[in-house]
């Protein structure tokens, strides 16, 4: 299994926004498809967002596209995930995973296999 660790979430005010990180251990994080995904109280896991390893082309959930940006930085092994605008039903556990595959512009996690994400909270 990939090592992935999230980080940089927290609590923002609605329309603020954040910047979370997916920093890779122990693999070459340019040669995978990575994937963010995120998981609101009593609700199932979405996927957010994921951006290829071979053409950069990315991918977003209709609820994020326009204010949500995913980038790679490959010479820091690490993924980010720009978020802005925030809205209250943004807010969730938010993981990334690898490998991903996507299918009719979804983005889907090969393995069921997930760290402790990271925190976002957008409340007023």
């Known amino acids: 299994q990939l090592q992935l660790v999230e980080s940089g979430g927290g609590l923002v005010q609605p329309g603020g926004s954040l910047r979370l990180s997916c920093a890779a251990s122990?693999?070459?994080?340019?040669?995978?498809?990575i994937g963010w995904f995120r998981q609101a109280p009593g609700k199932e896991r979405e996927g957010v967002s994921c951006?290829?390893?071979?053409?950069?082309?990315?991918y977003y959930a209709d609820s994020v596209k326009g204010r949500f940006t995913i980038s790679r930085d490959n010479a820091k092994n690490t993924v980010y995930l720009q978020m802005n605008s925030l809205t209250p039903e943004d807010t969730g556990v938010y993981y990334c995973?690898?490998?991903?595959?996507?299918?009719?512009?979804?983005?889907?996690?090969?393995?069921?296999?997930w760290g402790q994400g990271t925190q976002v909270t957008v409340s007023s």
């Open positions: 995973a690898a490998p991903i595959i996507t299918v009719q512009a979804m983005c889907v996690p090969v393995y069921d296999s």
């Open positions: 122990g693999f070459t994080l340019g040669y995978y498809t």
């Open positions: 951006i290829s390893s071979s053409d950069g082309s990315t």
